[in-house]
Nanobody, 124 residues
Framework: QVQPVESGGGLVQAGDSLRLSCAAS????????MGWFRQAPGKQREFVAA????????NYAGSVKGRFTISRRNAKNTVYLQMNSLKPEDTAIYYC?????????????????WGQGTQVTVPS
């Protein structure tokens, strides 16, 4: 069982960068994929990025590919989401989640333990 806790959200201007962190407790962290998701007001939660157990395989939503980078440090039980060239449409609550398996599945159903989320706001 892995319990994620997100941090690093905030208010930034369009074009700025932000790095989110997800600290995950639990002794199985290094064997599980991790994912980032987001939910904007009035919209469904959507996939953003995922990374497999070793960090050797990643998946990105088309809307963030080339701007966001997911990474992990298993020795620190932490996953990161580096977000560059932020846009107003990136405004959302960002959630970290631990995967049901070791694969970087690009879908909500592939994850079972979720954090409380961290707010990212990019004014237009």
């Amino acid at each position: 069982q892995v319990q994620p806790v997100e941090s690093g959200g905030g208010l930034v201007q369009a074009g700025d960068s932000l790095r989110l962190s997800c600290a995950a407790s639990g002794r199985t962290f290094s064997t599980q994929a991790m994912g980032w998701f987001r939910q904007a007001p009035g919209k469904q939660r959507e996939f953003v990025a995922a990374i497999n157990w070793s960090g050797g395989s990643t998946n990105y939503a088309g809307s963030v590919k080339g701007r966001f980078t997911i990474s992990r440090r298993n020795a620190k039980n932490t996953v990161y989401l580096q977000m560059n060239s932020l846009k107003p449409e990136d405004t959302a609550i960002y959630y970290c989640a631990s995967g049901r398996t070791y694969e970087a599945v690009p879908a909500l159903a592939g994850y079972d333990y979720w954090g409380q989320g961290t707010q990212v706001t990019v004014p237009s």
